[in-house]
């Protein structure tokens, strides 16, 4: 099976960036993937960013914007950049767990919105990779504004993996 040709913005072929997150001891790397992201894809394009990590988790940051609100009136982030919020990062933790990168797609996600992200404020999303199968992937998550213990949202995901 031949790998995909990915091109970078410029128009090039490259390494795609997941593919580019190595680090030095060939395992995934979540700084550098957040990294190359800042210039890549529907994350980097809305503002994702790295937070904090450890062995089966992730953290990252979405700065308020005035282009992310839904309603202008009300300056309330639109639920489509939580969704991808939470999405990028329950992969990562996928990604962290595993020690590499390998492909894999999202089969459910749910998401319960709890209470509306405060106008101005930046949204956190930590994912937790709870186990991964011969070829699903389980993943918990909330998104909150800095109190990890008054959550805006709660998810629960699930990803075939290779």
């Known amino acids: 099976m031949s790998k995909p040709d990915y091109k970078n913005p410029a128009g090039e072929s490259e390494a795609s960036p997941a593919e580019r997150s190595v680090g030095f001891d060939g395992k995934f790397?979540?700084?550098?993937?957040?990294?190359?992201?800042?210039?890549?894809?529907?994350?980097?394009?809305?503002?994702?960013?790295?937070?904090?990590?450890g062995d089966d988790w992730v953290e990252v940051a979405l700065p308020w914007r005035p282009e992310l609100v839904g309603v202008p009136e009300s300056g309330l982030l639109a639920s489509g950049v939580i969704v991808s919020l939470i999405d990028l990062a329950a992969g990562v933790a996928i990604?962290?767990?595993?020690?590499?990168?390998?492909p894999m797609a999202t089969l459910d996600l749910r998401i319960d919105y709890l209470r509306p992200a405060p106008k101005g404020e930046t949204v956190l999303a930590r994912c937790r990779c709870i186990k991964i199968a011969r070829s699903v992937a389980f993943v918990e998550g909330a998104a909150h504004v800095g109190d990890p213990d008054n959550p805006i949202a709660r998810a629960a995901l699930t990803f075939m993996t290779t």
Do not use: S, T
Request: hydrophobic share 45%; glycine share 18%; no cysteine.
């Open 95 to 102: 990604w962290i767990k595993r020690g590499e990168f390998k």
């Open 29 to 53: 790397d979540a700084v550098a993937f957040f990294g190359l992201l800042a210039n890549h894809g529907h994350g980097g394009e809305i503002g994702i960013a790295y937070h904090a990590h």
